[in-house]
Structure formats: structure tokens, C-alpha cells
């Protein structure tokens, strides 16, 4: 049963219910409480084709509520709960919903340590794992919204790369992607009838919403895959496509900026990426035409596996 | 005789790995890989400066003596400014905080570096 299958009223009892409404998210289950709209209808978009958990156990019990406090009622705020603990300053009352995405993301990369997490979105075609380092500037989301909504591209991960160090393989956990400012433009003009979250303005990175993840994607959480490529990406207006190698040992270094908890892993993180760098070409890729970049992808996952192009 | 640009005394110093420091290296083609496990530190070297480094292992030696041993263990020819050269990787690898002069040496690189200038 989905997120979908429940009427909006079950699906409002169970979020206002001592045991939350539980969801499978990739690797974890997450049990989340709120009585906030906004959010409950957030997830009703974002998170439709998302499988429902027994009530059970759950990894992450987490509520977004407005404060105990004066703030209830005068310049609204929000708050996001694990375990019952504020960890975060309060937002706005009509930041609720992104707030709901930030913390879920806090959640995984500051207890899943079990995981190698970097900073990367991760889509996957053919079995084979494409890792997008959010590197500054990157603009990953907007590529990662094409790859998976119009290149056919599965969605691993919008927001997080999540390795497993023993065997190099990368977990799924396909939550909606997250756009912001003149993204949710953008991806809206390739796709009119795209499913997305009502944009939230002034939030501290602008305006933000959150795009449906392909139902696809949702269903197949449950498959990792192994990288083949490391394409860093970066959006330039105007910008001719280019695809450039990048040494292994650059894109290690790099890899190790974007990496969450690089140093709690010790000697078997630098074997997890160095071995990942060794195994998956690396390039750096610009460009500022979407259908140019869908092609060049398209291209790289033609390449037989062992072997890397380079696209002028 | 070396070139005015380094004594004798810097040639002979003699460095090896930063005590306490143990490595664990990934070779990649003309790049290693070096992780720190004292530190959790990981850092990019060309290959022979990687090489240098694992030379350092466990003994102390001068630019001059190891000059010798790297022309032999890469097949090199006789190169007289490769000790030279060698003092530079020294310095880099020092600055990663990697290798370190032995304690003598220290002192005597203090003294080298108050001594007066040539007039």
C-alpha cells in the first residue's frame, strides 16, 4: 500500500497519531508526525508513490509542529522534531514543507554512518550508477530533474550518495528532488505537467520546491548499483556542452570534500573511494542546453563498461 | 660541489616520516594516493613523491643519500641536480606535515637559518 492509497483523511489521522505515519525512504523507514497542512500536503504530492511501513519500527521518528509557545499563533513557526528534540531554529510557518525535506536529509547524514554519504545526487541506467558531486554552483538537481524526468534515467538519490563500504555499492533513496529559484522555471518549461510541491519563497535558499520523484524510481528503491561514472557537473549560461576527463586522483580529492563523514570511516573510506575512483572514469561536465546534456549522457551510457569517452 | 642555491648541510640533513605517522597508499597511474591513518588526512602526490615518501619509512636520510637510491630503484641516469631537486619534495612533503627533519638536523637547520648572509 502507497501514500497515495490513503484517503485524505486516513492519511491526516495517521500523521496527527501517536505512531505517525510510516514510510519506506530507500534504507530507512521514517515515522513522521505533524498537524501542519502544508506539509501533509506536501507529502501527498512529493511522497505519492511511496510504500506505507508497519507501525513496528522506524529509524527516524520525526515531527514538524509548530513550537508550544506564543509562536503558535503570532508570526507562525515551525519546528522539526527527532525523537521528540527540537535540533534546528524554528522557520516560518510557510517554510514547513522544505523544513520536512532538510531535516529528513539531516537525519540520514548525521546517524547513517553505517554509510559512506557524499554530497551527490546518483542516477542509473543499465544498472550502472552516474554520481553528480554537488559541487558548489553544480547545478545537479536541474540535471538530475532532466536525467531521471526526460532521459529515462532512474533516480538513486537527489541529495546523497549513499556507498556501502564493504563492496562500493550505492543504496537507493529516491525522495523528491529539490529545486530552487530559476530551476523551477526551468524544469517547468520542459515539463508543463510536472508534479511539484507548491514553491515556498524566502526560504534561506530562495524559493524552493520539491519535484515527485518517477514512480519508477520509487518502486525500485530497493536496488543499489554499482558507479561507473563521476561526472561533475556545472551550469553556465550560454555555455558550450563540454565533457573533460578528470584525473582519479583529482576526483578523489574532490569526492572527499563532498563526503559527509569521510573521517569517520578511517582507512576503509579511503578504500571505498579510492577504489570507486578507479573503477569510474571521471569528468568534468558544462554545459546550458538540457538537450544537449540528455545526449551527452545518453552517449556515456552507450559506452561499454570498462571503457571511457571523452565528448568534445 | 652543489649550486650556490644549497649548502652542503641541506643536502646532508637528514628527514623521514613525521613520528607517529603511518600510511596507507593507493597507487593510480602518474598520481598516489596517500591516507594519513594518523590524521584521517588523505592527500594527492605525484608518483615520486610518493615514492620519496615511502623511502622515508623507518629511517632517516638526506636528499644526498637518497638521490642515489631513487636513480637506482626508477632506472634513472646520473642526474647532479636530482639531490637538489629532492630537497624541494622534502619541503612539500614537510609542509603536509608528512616527513620531518631528524633532531639533529633541526638544530642544525636553526643554525642555518640565523646565520648571517654571505657579504
Known amino acids: ?312 | 660541489m652543489t649550486s650556490n642555491s644549497v649548502s652542503d648541510d641541506e643536502l646532508a640533513a637528514r628527514w623521514s616520516v613525521t613520528a607517529g605517522r603511518s600510511f596507507v597508499f593507493r597507487s593510480l597511474a602518474e598520481e598516489t594516493l596517500v591516507f594519513d591513518q594518523a590524521s584521517g588526512d588523505t592527500h594527492l602526490l605525484d608518483s615520486a613523491a610518493a615514492l620519496v615518501l615511502q623511502l622515508l619509512q623507518g629511517v632517516g636520510l638526506s636528499a644526498g643519500e637518497l638521490a642515489p637510491r631513487l636513480m637506482a630503484e626508477l632506472s634513472l641516469p646520473a642526474d647532479p641536480e636530482l639531490a637538489e631537486h629532492l630537497l624541494g619534495v622534502f619541503h612539500e612533503l614537510a609542509e603536509r606535515d608528512l616527513i620531518e627533519l631528524l633532531p639533529d638536523e633541526k638544530r642544525s637547520a636553526e643554525g642555518l637559518a640565523n646565520a648571517s648572509p654571505p657579504a
Open chain 1, 1 to 312: 500500500m502507497k501514500i497515495r492509497d490513503l484517503t485524505p483523511i486516513e492519511l491526516r489521522r495517521r500523521l496527527e497519531s501517536a505512531e505517525g505515519l510510516r514510510f519506506h525512504c530507500g534504507p530507512v523507514i521514517n515515522a513522521l508526525q505533524t498537524t501542519i497542512p502544508a506539509v501533509r500536503e506536501g507529502l501527498a504530492i512529493a511522497y505519492a508513490d511511496f510504500p506505507l511501513a508497519e507501525p513496528a519500527f522506524a529509524d527516524f521518528h520525526v515531527c514538524v509542529a509548530p513550537p508550544v509557545s506564543w509562536r503558535k499563533y503570532l508570526r507562525r513557526q515551525t519546528l522539526f522534531c527527532l525523537d521528540g528534540v527540537s535540533h534546528f531554529e524554528p522557520l516560518p510557518w510557510t517554510q514547513a514543507y522544505p523544513m520536512l525535506e532538510w531535516g529528513l536529509n539531516w537525519c540520514v547524514t548525521s546517524f547513517c554512518h553505517h554509510l559512506l554519504i557524499l554530497h551527490a545526487a546518483v542516477v542509473e541506467k543499465g544498472g550502472r550508477a552516474l554520481i553528480l558531486p554537488g559541487e558548489p554552483g553544480a547545478g545537479k538537481s536541474t540535471l538530475t530533474a532532466a536525467l531521471t524526468l526526460l532521459g529515462g534515467w532512474r533516480l538513486l538519490s537527489d541529495e546523497m550518495a549513499l556507498l556501502v563500504p564493504a563492496d562500493g555499492r550505492v543504496l537507493a533513496i529516491p525522495r523528491p528532488i529539490s529545486l530552487k529559484n530559476a530551476s523551477l522555471d526551468r524544469v517547468r518549461q520542459w515539463l508543463p505537467d510536472v508534479v511539484m510541491t507548491a514553491p515556498v519563497p524566502d526560504t534561506g535558499k530562495g524559493t524552493v520546491g520539491h519535484v515527485r520523484p518517477p514512480a519508477a524510481s520509487v518502486e525500485a528503491m530497493h536496488l543499489s548499483a554499482r558507479p561507473a561514472w563521476v561526472v561533475f557537473p556545472r551550469y553556465r549560461a550560454e555555455a558550450a556542452t563540454r565533457m573533460a576527463p578528470v584525473s582519479p586522483g583529482n576526483a578523489m580529492m574532490r569526492l572527499v570534500d563532498q563526503a559527509f563523514n569521510y573521517q569517520l570511516h578511517g582507512v576503509d573510506g579511503f578504500r571505498c573511494l579510492s577504489e570507486l575512483v578507479q573503477q569510474a572514469p571521471a569528468f568534468e561536465f558544462e554545459y546550458s542546453d538540457i538537450q544537449e546534456a540528455l545526449a551527452a549522457f545518453e552517449a556515456l551510457a552507450t559506452v561499454p563498461a570498462g571503457r571511457a569517452e571523452v565528448m568534445a
